[in-house]
């Protein structure tokens, strides 16, 4: 067993004064049994804990880190502006640099508003959705996690969904009434519902690849179909590509499926590792936010110089060296490596995987939503998490998150932590 010492004796500590422990519920490893990790150092692929023990990471601090953490020239950036004040509250230079950056990237966003988090971007995008199209309805998905917003915290992924509380405590009713909750890949349901709330529905918010029950994909012509009805319905589409977006293309999703969303919103990656959120999209639709329109949104750090230069230089990096090709490969042999792992243990299970995202299930049954997600074997996932840990191979603590590849990970890791895969799952059956 590896020793923890030092971490058990923090995580005593910090639960007298943070709620559970932590300050994301996750983080807490309830679902998947044991303690939380305490982590002092992260360089590349690799995150070490304070009592030295060594991890391959796959979570990515949640898919920021896909340059890998700690990257060197992330680093000169954020030193260098800090070095000219750590914020302003007035506009910089650097917010027009990632705005142009991100509008000339994802074509769908011709205008964009920077904010915090993504669960701030997803927040602002369905109010403007609202008021710019009069209507108060809003479609989301089954398993979808849209951020800790009170409307869309209905059937929601993620810690809600790993901690048995997908409609959350504490959001009034009148909150969620006006949130239609649908299960993924299913066009036909999406249709009735556009038909039973005709001039109603201001938008349909998704994302694009789930990535918070798991990990599933968009059917083929489901993402097609939902643009259709949408703009048959006069109501828009959001993309949330929190995720998503700068991952799984350089474009996101969007980009890798061809189709052209009215608002996205971002998060994560144009982030470079630091606090932020964007939303952004059709000219006609962002100019109703104020100044411009009566849509109300403002953040004191939004268009932080910090954020700003840690996430364009993650964006300008991500245009380099076949960055995609590399991922997408290094994805490939991931997923390989995992099936071929549980066949020869003849285990029940399905790996999804889209690009540098990736989810195993202990099902037979192919997971296409949360319906699908839900047949999983929860109890044979955590037996895993807690084998691959021991193997030194951080997977994200609940069947409902996603594993992200960095571009710091290397064919080798992959191998060892297939090899890894294999011994543990022996230990399963
Ligand atoms: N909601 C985040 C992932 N889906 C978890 C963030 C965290 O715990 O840091």
């Not at 910089?92 to 669960?119: D, F, Q």
């Amino acid at each position: 067993m590896r020793s923890r010492i030092k971490s058990d004796a923090l995580f005593k500590e910090a639960l007298n004064y943070l709620p559970g422990g932590v300050n994301s519920p996750v983080r807490a490893f309830r679902a998947v049994g044991g303690q939380p990790f305490f982590v002092n150092r992260a360089k590349g692929a690799r995150v070490w804990d304070v009592d030295g023990n060594e991890y391959i990471d796959y979570v990515g601090t949640w898919g920021p880190a896909i340059l890998g953490h700690a990257y060197p020239k992330i680093i000169e950036a954020v030193q260098k502006t800090a070095e000219a004040g750590t914020s302003f509250g007035i506009p910089n230079p650097l917010e027009v640099t990632m705005a142009k950056l991100i509008c000339a990237t994802v074509p769908s966003v011709k205008k964009v508003r920077m904010c915090n988090s993504g669960t701030e971007a997803t927040m602002s995008a369905i109010r403007l959705a609202r008021g710019f199209t009069h209507r108060d309805k809003i479609i989301k998905f089954e398993g979808c996690y849209h951020g800790h917003v009170d409307s869309l915290l209905v059937k929601a992924g993620s810690g809600a969904l790993t901690f048995g509380h997908p409609d959350s405590a504490g959001v009034p009713a009148a909150f969620t009434q006006h949130t239609i909750v649908l299960p993924f890949n299913d066009l036909d349901a999406v249709q009735q519902a556009l038909a039973a709330n005709p001039g109603q529905v201001a938008g349909i918010i998704l994302e694009p690849v789930p990535g918070n029950s798991g990990v599933f994909a968009p059917l083929p012509g489901y993402l097609e179909g939902l643009r259709q009805l949408t703009s048959e319905a006069g109501a828009l589409l959001i993309f949330d590509e929190v995720m998503t977006g700068f991952r799984l293309a350089r474009g996101g999703a969007q980009e890798r499926y061809g189709i052209t969303p009215d608002l996205s919103c971002f998060g994560k990656i144009i982030g470079g590792g630091l606090p932020v959120g964007a939303f952004g999209g059709r000219t006609d639709i962002m100019d109703c936010l104020a100044p411009l329109g009566p849509v109300y949104q403002a953040g004191t750090l939004s268009g932080n110089p910090l954020a700003m230069a840690a996430g364009i230089t993650a964006l300008e990096e991500l245009g380099k060296n076949d960055a995609y090709a590399r991922l997408e490969a290094l994805g490939a042999r991931l997923e390989h490596g995992l099936r071929e792992a549980a066949r020869s243990a003849g285990l029940p299970s399905r790996v999804n995987r889209v690009g540098s995202m990736f989810c195993a299930y202990f099902t037979d049954q192919p997971v296409n939503n949360l319906a699908d997600a839900m047949k999983s074997d929860r109890e044979r996932f955590a037996r895993f998490f807690r084998g691959m840990l021991e193997e030194g191979i951080y997977l994200a603590p609940s069947q409902f998150e996603a594993g992200f590849l960095s571009l710091a990970h290397t064919p080798e890791d992959v191998d060892r932590t297939v090899a890894a895969t294999a011994k543990v799952l022996q230990t399963l059956k």
